[in-house]
């Protein structure tokens, strides 16, 4: 078992924990159930819920998301992002999608929202047509977690306040198509994932201002 250094920060610790996870466990279910408590962690970490006041809002821009982007890592091709919905996101909805192939963790770090799951019933014969139903309305807040498996159809609602989110992906998304849903007119069409908005997650540390090596989570050059 890795050791953890006492100067690691809550990002770094979590990467080291996730690195590990990933090379012991080869079976993608078992690795994404073992990680949420991972995640758990992280989430419970108050420097991170002091340093996400100050994360950008993210803005949906040209029919496409936006999501902060902390860390892809080089080895196993993980992303740790996060999602901050500010007054502008009030009152709306994400659009009802799948994350095609990959799985999502997906954390609430500090507001509440709502996630939908839904089931889909159709045989997936018929282009640009799906037939869905809703299945479960949670209402969520921080420290919970969904797992998201590859296809699994779903949404976020907004219920009136600022809602941060950690969201850990086995591939950065934005550079495939995803699953969008339409339930009253059963239309189903295919567009790029989020836009990638490269942040540090953390404040930098002194040592780095000094010229120091750059942390575990600088993304910028990657």
Known sequence: ??????????????????????A???DLDKRWKALSPILAELLAD???LEASKGWPDCVPAGGRAENLLFY???DYGFAINGLTKGTARQGGRARIHDHAHIYTLYGVLDGHERIERYERLDDRSRPGYAEIRKSTDVLVGPGEIDLVKPYEVHTEVTVGERTIAVIIRSEKGGGFNQGRYNPETNEYYESLGPRQTPVEMLPKRAEQSRGAQAPLHTVASR
């Open 1 to 22: 078992m890795a050791m953890e250094s006492k100067s690691q920060n809550a990002l770094e610790r979590f990467i080291s924990k996730t690195r590990e996870l990933f």
């Open 24 to 26: 012991r466990e080869p």
């Open 46 to 48: 108050p420097e991170v």
């Open 72 to 74: 892809e890592d080089p």
